[in-house]
Nanobody, 125 residues
Framework: QVQLVESGGGLVQPGGSLKLSCAAR????????MGWYRQAPGKQREMVAS???????NLVDSVKDRFTISRVNANHSAYLQMSQLKPEDTAVYYC???????????????????WGQGTPVTVSS
């Protein structure tokens, strides 16, 4: 099985920066796409950023000039560098990953899609 472990959330002042980390662990063959979602209290979850294994990025317009998503394929990790944070960025941030895993037999692969546990980000004075 595959699981995601997140870290890096916390309390920051407006204009500050945070870097979120997400590591996929398990019997992984490949991680095809990793992304970050966020959900504020009383609001729907939205996709913030994603990055495919072949380098295609996607960022929501509200963070495009402030956030950067990156990956380190060697350890199946993704990062979200957040700068110039605003109060409206306050939310629980969730990592998501999709890929293939070793299913217990030679040459047998299965697909996975998993979520991290969530890491809270609070932007406030």
């Amino acid at each position: 099985q595959v699981q995601l472990v997140e870290s890096g959330g916390g309390l920051v002042q407006p204009g500050g920066s945070l870097k979120l980390s997400c590591a996929a662990r398990g019997s992984i063959f490949s991680v095809d796409i990793m992304g970050w979602y966020r959900q504020a209290p009383g609001k729907q979850r939205e996709m913030v950023a994603s990055l495919t294994s072949d380098g295609v990025t996607n960022l929501v317009d509200s963070v495009k000039d402030r956030f950067t998503i990156s990956r380190v394929n060697a350890n199946h990790s993704a990062y979200l560098q957040m700068s110039q944070l605003k109060p409206e960025d306050t939310a629980v941030y969730y990592c998501n990953a999709k890929g293939s895993y070793y299913a217990g037999a030679v040459d047998l692969l299965g697909d996975f899609a998993v979520w991290g546990q969530g890491t809270p980000v609070t932007v406030s004075s």
